[in-house]
């Protein structure tokens, strides 16, 4: 029976082993893709933002149509500042 507990209890190291190689596989994969995901969560919050200022968007699109370039640009500038908070 000793033998058999043994075989046993080498078989469950063996599987813990390669059981952290995985692990640490699985890690080093998200960690390449942690950045990527970030950079997706901000154009969906973006998305969002926008989409629940539909009025406010439509009226700076034509806002920027029928302004000066001057107006244009300090438009711009405002509502990039808005988006980004």
Do not use: P, Q, W, Y
């Not at 063996?14 to 190689?21: G, N, Q």
């Not at 969906?44 to 640009?73: E, P, Q, W």
């Amino acid at each position: 029976m000793s033998s058999r507990l043994e075989t046993l209890a080498a078989r469950r190291r063996a599987l813990i082993a390669r059981s952290d190689e995985h692990r640490a596989a699985l890690v080093g994969t998200v960690g390449d893709l942690r950045g990527e995901i970030a950079a997706v969560d901000a154009v969906i919050a973006t998305v969002r933002r926008l989409h629940r200022h539909r009025v406010l968007v439509g009226a700076a699109a034509v806002g920027l149509l029928l302004a000066r370039r001057s107006a244009r640009k300090r438009f711009r500038n405002l509502l990039l500042d808005c988006l980004v908070r």
